[in-house]
């Protein structure tokens, strides 16, 4: 009798893991870290242990990322102030512009009645 086809697609796939491949061999490395001998215990044992340790490199990453939150939350706040900075500048700005182009227009307007009155004499 022949195979399952579904028996001979699952045998396929484990007959073309490749045992030299970095990704294996870290799996492989970090499984070790944390299961210890190869008892029955253990092979009971074995997918809590593995939710165990993702937990625990979950919770590593939590902390680890939370320093970055902080910095990132100190930037945006050096970020906001700059911009508020920036706001308040445009304004003073906008204010000298509109005093300087009154200041202009009665220098002018000065600079045309004194050469009305120039050429009137």
């Known amino acids: 009798s022949n195979p399952s086809p ?8 484990v007959v073309e893991i490749r045992l030299d491949a970095p990704e294996l ?5 970090q499984l070790n870290e944390f ?3 190869n008892t029955l215990d253990n092979r009971r044992n074995l997918r809590s242990a593995i939710q165990k340790r ?9 902390d680890c990322f939370q ?3 902080t910095k990132i939350d100190s930037l945006e706040s050096n970020v906001n102030a700059l911009s508020e900075c920036a706001e308040r500048m445009e ?5 000298a512009h509109a005093t300087t182009s009154q200041v202009v227009k009665v220098t002018e307007q000065l600079q045309r009645k004194e ?4 050429a009137h004499k």
């Open 6 to 13: 579904a028996i001979v697609k699952k045998v396929k796939k």
């Open 25 to 29: 061999t870290v799996a492989l490395q």
């Open 35 to 37: 299961y210890g001998p």
């Open 54 to 62: 993702g937990v625990q490199v979950t919770s590593t990453f939590v």
């Open 67 to 69: 320093d970055v939150m």
């Open 91 to 95: 304004q003073r700005i906008k204010a």
């Open 115 to 118: 050469e009305a009155a120039i």
